[in-house]
T-cell receptor, first 113, second 115 residues
Framework: AQSVTQLDSQVPVFEEAPVELRCNYSSSVSVYLFWYVQYPNQGLQLLLKYLSGSTLVKGINGFEAEFNKSQTSFHLRKPSVHISDTAEYFCAVIIQGAQKLVFGQGTRLTINP | DVKVTQSSRYLVKRTGEKVFLECVQDMDHENMFWYRQDPGLGLRLIYFSYDVKMKEKGDIPEGYSVSREKKERFSLILESASTNQTSMYLC??????????????FGPGTRLTVL
């Protein structure tokens, strides 16, 4: 069975600093990878997803993620964060051909002025 | 824009009550999902449905049931609520049958407290 580990439960950063949120997965078969964001008091929305092709995926709000098959990682990055990026971020994986997303534990990103 | 709505944002129930959580999507999506979200555990799938009257168990179905009588509506039922079912419940939908690549669209969530 596949699993997803988000290595940091909380990440505090200063405004305009770069940030990386880490995600590792385990699966013996090919997977698709997703990052979702949950702003305060809202549901989740898709930031970006990796299906195939270029390992660097660009998403909304200036975020990007890199798929690294050898390290089974899909880390999320942003070069300069804004107060409005304060949210919880979830990494998720799905086996190709399956319908069940498996989510990581979430990383709470807090931006300090 | 896809819209997924949930009947209540906050709900307080007593132990042993039967609880209905309703979810409606307006984009004719095939698949609908119910998750619960708990701190440190992320989202865990309770049930999903890929067609009217069809349902599949997720990872934590115990203590829950679901109903999908119409394509746009997916209900989560707690037959006899217990305190360990206090949680945030999120509904989601996705467009195509049996597609792994689809984005899931989420409702705002229902925060259920069982006393």
């Amino acid at each position: 069975a596949q699993s997803v580990t988000q290595l940091d439960s909380q990440v505090p950063v200063f405004e305009e600093a770069p940030v990386e949120l880490r995600c590792n997965y385990s699966s013996s078969v090919s997977v698709y990878l997703f990052w979702y964001v949950q702003y305060p008091n809202q549901g989740l929305q898709l930031l970006l997803k990796y299906l195939s092709g270029s390992t660097l995926v660009k998403g909304i709000n200036g975020f990007e993620a890199e798929f690294n098959k050898s390290q089974t990682s899909f880390h999320l990055r942003k070069p300069s964060v804004h107060i409005s990026d304060t949210a919880e971020y979830f990494c998720a994986v799905i086996i190709q051909g399956a319908q069940k997303l498996v989510f990581g534990q979430g990383t709470r990103l807090t931006i300090n002025p | 824009d896809v819209k997924v709505t949930q009947s209540s944002r906050y709900l307080v129930k007593r132990t042993g009550e039967k609880v209905f959580l309703e979810c409606v999507q307006d984009m004719d999506h095939e698949n609908m999902f119910w998750y619960r979200q708990d701190p440190g555990l992320g989202l865990r799938l309770i049930y999903f449905s890929y067609d009217v009257k069809m349902k599949e168990k997720g990872d934590i179905p115990e203590g829950y049931s679901v109903s999908r009588e119409k394509k746009e509506r997916f209900s989560l039922i707690l037959e006899s609520a217990s305190t360990n079912q206090t949680s945030m419940y999120l509904c989601a939908s996705s467009p195509e049958l049996a597609s792994s690549t689809d984005t899931q669209y989420f409702g705002p969530g229902t925060r259920l407290t069982v006393l």
